[in-house]
């Protein structure tokens, strides 16, 4: 492949996996793919290998989104580095079924970036050779960066809204 550009990257990726590519467009400038996430493995293994080259995993995280349908989802970052070119990769799925193929067979670096979205969002990636917690203690009861706990303690009263302009 000579060219490549956000077209024929998403044609290629419309054509090969259809209705599995669930939504395109390009915040900000950057191509972003919302995907199904039973093609993660085989998408990222066809954006590596095959005629595209993808062999920079910048990035992988978690997100939560409580409203309106309390989902979780894994973003990823792909960089094509001698063409300069990012895609940004994303994948939803409910929190009752928090569980994600795991990338490691494809980037070995996923392995660390895959414990931690584990340990703070409590992702579960199947199929990693060692997904346990790597920041946070052991026996820690929850997932500290999902969206569910009180920014602060309500029980406080050492604190007036009117110091912080509220």
Known sequence: MTELNYTVITEALQNKFGNAIQKVEEPF????????RSIIVELFQYLYQD???????????????????????VVYHLHHLP????????TFFPKSD??????????????WMERETFDFYGI?????????RILNVDDL????????????DPTRDD????FFGR
């Open 51 to 73: 005629e595209f080259g993808f062999t920079f995993l910048t990035d992988l995280t978690g997100v939560h989104l409580p409203e309106p349908d309390d989902v979780l989802g």
């Open 141 to 152: 009861g929850y997932h500290p960066m999902r969206k569910e706990y009180a920014l602060e």
């Open 83 to 90: 063409k300069n070119c990012r895609i940004r990769i994303k």
């Open 124 to 132: 579960v990636f199947q199929g990693h050779p060692n997904l346990k």
């Open 159 to 162: 604190k007036s809204d009117n």
């Open 98 to 111: 928090p569980t994600c193929p795991s990338l490691t067979s494809v980037f070995e670096a996923a392995n």
């Open 29 to 36: 400038g950057m191509l972003t793919i919302t995907v199904d």
